[in-house]
């Protein structure tokens, strides 16, 4: 089985699962470990250790708010470990692809295809969309 930790500071990782499940419903394996202010980093890692040593021999990634912070740098006191998976920069959509594709394929094919959504989730709608809207601003310039 594989499992997913969300792991992000403040509320982030929680908000993050719980909009995820608005829209899928609840999946499996999932978890999020939310690093607040007053928290040690020794206590996020002790956290990320538990939910590991509880899945030892499953599949499991770590998804972090972003690269060199200290969700993302607990989480590479596991690296080492053949199972484990860390993907920083976590947003909704590359989420919604781990939930729904955690168990359909490989493990190294899943983080390739996790990181693809990411990317491919993020643009500049006023650019994508702007010959668009200039086409209809024209008309309604013209239309006055």
């Not at 978890?31 to 499953?58: M, P, W």
């Not at 199972?83 to 920083?88: E, G, K």
Request: hydrophobic share 45%; net charge neutral.
């Amino acid at each position: 089985m594989v499992r997913v930790i969300i792991a992000a500071h403040g509320d982030m990782a929680s908000y993050f699962l719980k909009s995820a499940e608005d829209l899928l419903g609840p999946v499996e394996g999932m978890y999020a470990l939310d690093f607040k202010r007053q928290q040690s980093t020794g206590e996020l890692v002790v956290g990320l250790g538990k939910i590991l040593n509880r899945h030892k021999g499953d599949n499991v990634f770590i998804l972090t708010d972003f690269l060199g912070g200290s969700p993302c740098n607990c989480a590479c006191h596991f690296i080492a470990e053949n199972n484990v998976w860390i993907i920083s920069g976590v947003n909704l959509p590359m989420l919604i692809e781990i939930m729904i594709k955690k168990e359909k394929m490989p493990p190294d094919v899943l983080c390739a295809d996790v990181i693809k959504a990411a990317r491919d989730s993020i643009e500049n709608v006023c650019a994508k969309f702007s010959e668009v809207s200039t086409s209809a601003r024209n008309e309604r310039k013209a239309g006055n």
